[in-house]
C-alpha cells in the first residue's frame, strides 16, 4: 500500500511529458546513438582537449565518444576476453582505448555501478520508475525535491520505455550527462560550471 503522497507523486512522474533539457545543457546529437547490446558506460577526460570522454562497453566491443561533439574517437570490436566485461576487474573498470589507452576506466551498467547523481554546481539526476519497468530520468535544480509541475524546477528528459536503461549520471566533471540503455546512448553537454553567488 502506498501512501497519499506517494500516490500524488506517482501521478506527477505519469503526467509529466518527456521535454528538452533547460539551459545551458545543450542535446549532443539529435538524436540516440545506437549502439546493441550496450552494458555499460563510463567517463575519462581527453588528455588534449580536456574533453569529457564516454567509454561506452558492449556484446560488441568497446567504444569512446567525444562527449562534446558525439564524435567516436576510438574502437575496439575484439577486446581481450579477460577484460572485455567490467565484472572481471574488483572496481567494475575497463581498460581505456584510443587517447586514454592504459587507463582503467570505470563502468556503471548491467555489471553494477553508478555514475555521479549531482554536480559541483548544483544538478540533480534521479531514476524513477512509476510504471515500472519503464524507468524516467529526472533532471531537477531544485535539489531533487521535484516540487511543482514538471519544467519549473525539474525536467523528465529520457523515458526508457523500449529498452531496458544501464546507467544515467553526470561525468566527474558536472559539464556531461548521460543515459545509456540495452541499445543506445543519449548525451547533454553544457559549457561550464554555473555557482550563484
Not at 501512501?3 to 545551458?24: C, F, G, H, S
Not at 546529437?29 to 580536456?50: E, N, Y
Not at 555521479?116 to 510504471?131: A, F, N, Q, R
Not at 523515458?159 to 553526470?170: D, I, K, P, Q, V
Request: cysteine-free.
Amino acid at each position: 500500500m502506498i501512501t497519499e503522497y506517494q500516490q500524488k507523486l506517482r501521478e506527477r512522474y505519469i503526467a509529466a511529458t518527456v521535454m528538452p533539457a533547460p539551459e545551458p545543457w545543450q542535446k549532443v546529437l539529435d538524436d540516440r546513438t545506437p549502439i546493441g547490446g550496450l552494458l555499460g558506460i563510463g567517463f575519462a577526460v581527453h588528455p588534449d582537449s580536456g574533453h569529457d570522454l564516454v567509454m561506452v562497453v558492449s556484446s560488441d566491443g568497446h567504444g569512446l565518444f567525444d562527449a562534446v561533439t558525439g564524435e567516436k574517437i576510438a574502437r575496439d570490436q575484439d577486446p581481450d576476453p579477460e577484460t572485455s566485461t567490467p565484472d572481471a576487474h574488483p572496481d567494475l573498470a575497463s581498460p581505456g582505448l584510443g587517447p586514454i589507452a592504459g587507463v582503467p576506466v570505470r563502468i556503471a551498467g548491467l555489471f553494477g555501478g553508478g555514475l555521479h547523481s549531482t554536480t559541483p554546481d548544483g544538478w540533480t539526476l534521479d531514476i524513477v520508475s512509476p510504471e515500472w519497468p519503464h524507468d524516467r530520468v529526472i533532471l531537477s535544480a531544485d535539489g531533487g525535491s521535484h516540487k511543482g509541475p514538471a519544467g519549473g524546477t525539474w525536467w523528465h528528459i529520457f523515458h526508457s520505455e523500449y529498452s531496458e536503461l544501464r546507467a544515467a549520471g553526470f561525468s566527474p566533471s558536472g559539464l556531461t550527462l548521460a543515459v545509456a540503455t540495452s541499445s543506445d546512448l543519449t548525451l547533454w553537454t553544457r559549457p561550464e560550471l554555473h555557482f550563484d553567488d
